[in-house]
């Protein structure tokens, strides 16, 4: 039992602390995170731009932009989406 643990001990040496290094592999890892994030980020900013202009253009059902207006999304009345006027809920009138 103890020739097993002393080959053990003998075969695998423990690296000194400043040979230890990612290597160019983590460096490739790196810059590959790096431009999935870039890209990530640029086709997020997209859809934004396309969502902005899809409410200036009135797809969304509030005619001033405001988010006060409507409340939900539209097509929530029912689970099929085709939310009816009769499935909205009353809205409050300023007197």
Not at 54 to 59: K, M, S
Not at 79 to 93: M, N, Y
Request: aromatic share 6%; hydrophobic share 40%.
């Amino acid at each position: 039992m103890t020739d097993v643990v002393v080959l053990v001990a003998t075969s695998d040496p423990r690296p000194d602390d400043n040979n230890v290094v990612a290597g160019w592999v983590g460096f490739a890892v790196l810059i590959l995170l790096i431009v999935a994030v870039v890209f990530i980020l640029r086709s997020f900013t997209k859809q934004l731009k396309k969502v902005d202009a899809a409410r200036d253009a009135g797809v969304y059902g509030d005619e001033d932009g405001s988010e006060e207006s409507g409340g939900g999304s539209p097509g929530a009345g029912d689970a099929d989406g085709s939310g009816d006027a009769s499935d909205a809920p009353p809205t409050r009138q300023q007197h």
